[in-house]
């Protein structure tokens, strides 16, 4: 059974259908199933593409439909959706204003075609890439003794004109 809308896509995981993997989403990656057929287009991290262009990742038929519709990328908040297009891009039946944050089960209109935004949980666990990115900063010797770990290296000494001195 064929779609009313034609779809055609430029990725190489033609084979790979929605369902949901065994890492979060930050492994994982999200993926935007088609809502008539199911495909599922997964998001690589450089982002995917809408449009009727075809150079776009998924290329979407219609008059309504500009040749670079839309994009999904990665970002610090999760998955956006960015609409570059002159006639909009909707999420949930409302149009997007320059970018917006997609969640889990998120509808998004691209002309007439509709797909369904997926993404495995997130987690509140603390991203390994950017802890290297941004080390602990040295905590006061007084607090790392209260813990029993205090840091040679650092040491607060209080300011001389804050204390008092008796005659």
């Known amino acids: 059974m064929h779609s009313p809308h034609a779809f055609a896509t430029n990725s190489h995981d033609d ?12 492994e994982s990656g999200g993926r935007l199933v088609e809502a008539h057929g199911g495909r599922a287009h997964p998001i690589p991290d450089l982002g995917l593409t809408l449009g009727r262009d075809p150079a776009c ?6 008059a309504e439909v ?13 998955y ?4 570059t297009s002159t006639n909009g891009t909707y999420v949930n039946g409302r149009r997007v204003e ?6 889990p089960d998120d509808e998004l209109r691209v002309g007439e075609a509709r797909f369904r935004f997926e993404a495995d949980p997130g987690t509140f666990e603390r991203a390994a ?3 290297r990115a941004f080390p602990p900063a040295p905590r006061p010797a ?3 003794e209260d813990e029993g770990e205090a840091d040679p290296a650092v040491t607060l000494v209080p ?9």
């Open 15 to 26: 084979d790979q259908q929605s369902g949901g993997g065994d890492t979060p989403a930050a």
């Open 80 to 83: 956006s959706v960015s609409d």
């Open 98 to 103: 320059g970018a917006q944050v997609l969640g």
């Open 159 to 167: 300011d001389e004109s804050a204390v008092r001195q008796e005659s």
């Open 57 to 62: 990742d998924v290329v979407v038929e219609g």
């Open 142 to 144: 007084s607090e790392a």
């Open 66 to 78: 500009s040749r670079r519709h839309a994009v999904i990328k990665r970002t610090l908040f999760g």
């Open 129 to 131: 890439d950017l802890l």
